[in-house]
């Protein structure tokens, strides 16, 4: 792995979005609703099935027993798992409209549980999930289905229960392996038992297993994280998600229980970063790119080697581009050059799908301008590189004419040896892929214009 500068780390510690999607979700508005999905729906079914997107699925399960201070997620403290149970009826309402707009059988190539913590239903009500989503789309052999996992709400026989339901894709919560860290932000499970459960999940076969970590949380120093890397390593997850800890007390509540005195300095959390990277490139993992790392031999590398890596909601991906149906509180979904997000409370979601209605409270229909530049975003992101042809051809435009002022900018980063620009169009060097973010603003339109960039996370 390419060793990174601490000098380039601190320059680029800034705010700025993730590209999950572009626009990203805070230009979503109001006036986009549930007839302009219907239509955007209609959209897709009237095209000939030949030209249609691969579809994707993404169910977002709201429901947590216990408050993780860090946590900046859509979610719902309770312990009352009845609660699931009522979830459910509301969610097959939503499929059910789904359905009627599109109609049944649609083949959907990767299917998403996230959460909140979808392990907080039984398995019986996650098979009554799966068997719902079944009945009205087809979830076709070989797809990806995957589902985010609390440790500390399964064991060896929930995880066989998963893979036989159909789920061939985990990722486990860790965060931090150290006890006081685990205090700190109140989400306590022993290295032990992730250990376990790894070895659990390998005896079954699952094609994939992912661990979450973050850096910057309270209590974290160079130390310790330097234990919980030693740990992972061992541990040898396919896939490494690492994140920075963005600590937004305003507009995330739970967050207002973690003592600023207790989050570790900055030159300290630029440190753990670069201690990740050479711990995972000493353990053998490929940087895939901004937070994520995997084993040569999984299908992520595989997939960035070969020049197919994506970008969704939950990051990047071996699948296609694709339209995605978002189905839950607060879930947002693509269909065709569209944006559309459900609503976020519990109340309002209900309510709407009472009056038989389209949970939809806000969304976007996507401009040329918006197309044209997510195209850019989303090369320099997920391939390091835009030809300036290929965007040319697909959007009818000279792109230096276009572009020019993001070309401008972008001629500071060559000098830096960030990008390298010529003819052909712009390449992403192996140092400037670790600040890829930063690359991918200078064409973000709407950040370019404002520059209140405090409701982001920091790049690093």
């Not at 097959?92 to 083949?107: C, F, K, M, P, S």
């Not at 965060?175 to 079954?204: T, Y």
Request: proline content about 5%; overall charge negative.
């Amino acid at each position: 792995m390419t060793a990174v500068s601490p000098e380039l780390l601190r320059r680029f510690d800034i705010p700025g979005p993730r590209y999950t999607s572009y626009p990203t979700a805070d230009r979503f508005v109001e006036a986009f609703g549930a007839p302009d999905l219907a239509q955007a729906l209609a959209q897709r079914r009237a095209g000939p099935a030949a030209l249609a997107m691969p579809l994707s699925l993404y169910v977002h399960i709201p429901f947590c027993e216990s408050l993780c201070y860090y946590c900046a997620c859509n979610k719902i403290i309770t312990k009352k798992h009845e609660r699931g149970a009522a979830y459910l009826k509301l969610l097959a309402r939503e499929v059910d409209l789904y359905a009627l707009q599109i109609g049944t059988g649609q083949a959907v190539t990767q299917l998403h549980l996230g959460g909140g913590s979808p392990t907080f239903l039984t398995d019986d009500e996650l098979g009554q999930l799966m068997e719902m989503l079944r009945r009205s789309f087809n979830l076709v052999p070989g797809g990806e289905h995957s589902i985010e996992i609390d440790p500390r709400t399964v064991d060896a026989g929930r995880l066989q229960r998963l893979a036989d339901l159909g789920f061939n894709r985990i990722s486990f919560g860790v965060q931090d392996f150290d006890p006081q860290v685990q205090q700190a932000v109140h989400r306590v499970q022993p290295a032990e038992q992730v250990f376990a459960l790894m070895d659990a999940a390998r005896a079954i076969g699952f094609d994939s297993v992912n661990v979450d970590l973050i850096y910057g949380l309270p209590k974290q120093t160079p130390e310790s994280f330097a234990r919980t890397l030693v740990q992972v390593s061992q541990l040898r997850p396919d896939r490494i998600a690492l994140y920075a800890y963005a600590h937004l007390p305003d507009r995330f509540k739970p967050q207002r229980r973690i003592l600023s005195a207790d989050l570790p300095a900055p030159p300290d959390k630029l440190g753990m970063l670069t201690q990740a990277l050479d711990a995972f490139g000493e353990a053998g993992y490929d940087y895939i790119g901004m937070d994520h790392f995997a084993l040569p031999n999984d299908a992520l590398a595989v997939a960035k080697r070969q020049g197919r890596l994506h970008r969704n909601f939950q990051g990047y991906s071996t699948q296609p581009d694709c339209d995605l149906i978002g189905l839950g509180v607060s879930a947002i979904g693509r269909i065709g050059a569209t944006y559309s997000q459900n609503a976020k409370t519990m109340e309002e979601y209900a309510d709407c799908l009472d009056q038989g209605r389209m949970p939809i409270v806000r969304g976007l229909a996507l401009s040329r301008d918006d197309l044209a530049r997510r195209a850019v975003i989303m090369a320099l992101m997920c391939q390091g590189q835009v030809l300036f042809e290929s965007i040319e051809l697909a959007w009818l435009m000279d792109f230096r004419a276009y572009f020019a002022n993001e070309l401008e900018q972008m001629a500071e980063y060559d000098e830096m040896g960030l990008v390298r620009i010529d003819d052909a169009g712009i390449q992403v060097t192996a140092s400037g892929w670790h600040v890829v973010r930063a690359i991918a603003m200078v064409f973000d339109r709407y950040l370019q214009a404002d520059r209140n960039r405090a409701r982001f996370s920091r790049i690093i």
